[in-house]
């Protein structure tokens, strides 16, 4: 037997020295496009990266791809660094991408609309969600860094135009890689103590510089603590030209600092404008009141009815009179027509002659009796005459009875009970 055959994962091992041995290897540049990327559950990338004649498999930890700014996908075209090395377990070699940044295209440009979509679809850039900046605020917080141009200028300004308004400054880092971390940390903190130190107002900014300087501006930390904030929050980073996603979040954008002292407070000298022209309104006003009241004072002073208040008694007297002279003709004409009433009765003739109206009733009484008499069908049958019933109805025609039928015949003295053998017309 050959004792010169060696296992597979020798093999793999022994490439694998070779290629770590190689100092060209250890630090290399590649360029390509992204294919078969996957996010890892423990936040490890695994891909491929290709150009229009090879590929090559690569592989970037969580603790490297923490750094980046931005997720890749398929498609996208990469600058990335990192070593080759050897997968002994699979014996294929591959690049371990130590840092990545799109190719074309800053990462950061990427990174920050990436994060603008996200927040967007969130909600946390929706208008109707601005709370009100105060018009007077009685203090004004400033998050910035104590001994940057921002602050200098952010204090000029207010002591300028309200120099009433107290200042309180929350000095945070704005710049570097702990910075949006603290910056976060002190929005927070003013607003724990919004009651407390009764913050109306709070600006968050620094002055100007490159977009790297700017960035932790551009964090999603930051970005969340100023929409969780309960108190107005100004956003106040870098020149005009400079948009951060701090502006979009913030309840209301300046364009430098500078600008956000203005916003923050009123100008005095227009609050002093402003309160002469109330006062001088007021006092015309107050003016011409004045005057109308007068005049309506004078024409009451002046009326009839003050002037001889008796007057309108005497009007109300008189009407007295009237009303009473009219009530007292009303009575008396009401008993003069009770007593006529009275008098009528008295000599009416049937009062007088009671028998009369007697007689009268009586013969009426007769007079009916006999309109009665001639009615009474009994009188009737006196005369001849009788009456036919069948099944105690008055039997009327002939029509009425058939043969068998049973009659009843009343006479004037009797009823006779009879059976029909014949029916003819």
Known sequence: MNNNYITVSEVNKYIKEVINDDLLLKKVYLKGEVSNFKAHSRGHYYFTLKDENSRINAVMFSFNNKNIKFVPNDGMKVLVTGKIDVYEASGSYQIYVEDMMPDGIGALYVAFEELKKKLSGEGLFDKE???????????????????????????????????????????????????????????????????????????????????????????????????????????????????TISDYVADLRAPTPTAAGELAVPDINTIITYLDSARSRSYTAISNILTI????????????????????????????????????????????????????????????????????????????????????????????????????????SIKKIMKDDEIKITLKDGELISKIIKVGE
């Not at 890689?177 to 600006?203: F, G, M, Q």
């Not at 002046?302 to 007292?328: A, G, H, T, V, W």
């Not at 000599?347 to 007689?359: A, E, F, G, R, T």
Request: hydrophobic letters at 40%.
């Open 129 to 243: 969600k601005k709370k009100k900046i105060k018009r007077i605020p009685r203090r004004v917080g400033v998050v910035t860094s104590p001994t940057g141009a921002a602050i200098k200028d952010i204090l000029t300004t207010i002591k300028r135009r309200y120099p009433i308004t107290e200042i309180i400054l929350f000095p945070a880092l704005v710049q570097g890689e702990n910075a949006a971390s603290d910056i976060a940390k002190k929005i927070k903190l003013a607003d724990s103590l919004r009651d407390e130190l009764e913050l109306d107002t709070l600006i968050v900014g620094r002055g100007g510089g490159s977009l790297e300087d700017l960035w932790p501006f551009n964090e999603e930390i930051v970005a969340r603590a100023i929409y969780e904030c309960n108190i107005p929050v100004i956003s106040a980073v870098g020149h005009e030209i400079d948009i």
């Open 293 to 396: 009241n007068r005049k309506k004072l004078d024409s009451l002073k002046s009326s009839y009815i003050l002037s001889r208040p008796i007057s309108m008694y005497e009007i109300k007297e008189q009407k007295l009179d009237i009303l009473m002279d009219n009530l007292n003709k009303s009575i008396l004409k009401l008993v003069d027509n009770a007593k006529i009433k009275v008098y009528t009765l008295n000599n009416s003739y049937v009062l007088n002659n009671p028998n009369v109206l007697y007689k009268y009733k009586e013969q009426s009484l007769n007079h009916l009796i006999s309109k009665l008499e001639v009615l009474n069908p009994l009188n009737t049958l006196s005369r001849g005459y009788s009456i036919i019933k069948k099944d105690n109805k008055v039997i009327s």
